[in-house]
């Protein structure tokens, strides 16, 4: 599952919403003008991914998943969450969810929470604490995993 990055598994995910969403509607459960809030959950979402890439960048750090970091990261945007990158692409999806307003597109939420969480965070967590040692360790007694 590691061969596909998360922004991969938007992508898929973005895709099943969609065909759910056109396909399989099951019911409406937004109504407009309620749906638009879901294009700012996603302006939001697309924010703070960047946000949380931008500094990781601007540290010297890959962004890619298991590349060997060179940095470990605490301000900015991560002196309120370990995973901003996650966080900016799970709110596009639920932005996404509102926006079609339906509730199927909604199916496909968890199994991406569910996939970065196990394949990319928790991998992630043991990679960082092996290079960065007891300040990763206290790094995450102080910020939260997502928010």
Known sequence: M??????????ISLTLMTG??????????????????????????VVVSATGAGTFRRAGTPVKPFERSTA?????????????????????????AIAFGTLSPWFPIPLF????????????????EGIFGADYVTYKKRVRRWI
């Open 2 to 11: 590691r061969r596909i990055i998360p922004p991969g598994w938007l992508l």
């Open 20 to 45: 759910l969403h056109f396909y399989l509607p099951v019911a409406r459960i937004i109504e407009v003008p309620w749906t638009y809030l879901g294009a700012a959950l996603i302006v939001i979402g």
């Open 72 to 96: 470990l990261v605490t301000h900015g945007i991560y002196r309120f969450t370990r995973n901003p990158m996650y966080l900016g692409l799970l709110l596009v999806l639920i932005g996404s």
């Open 113 to 128: 929470f569910l996939i970065v969480r196990t394949q990319f965070i928790r991998g992630e967590e043991e990679f960082l």
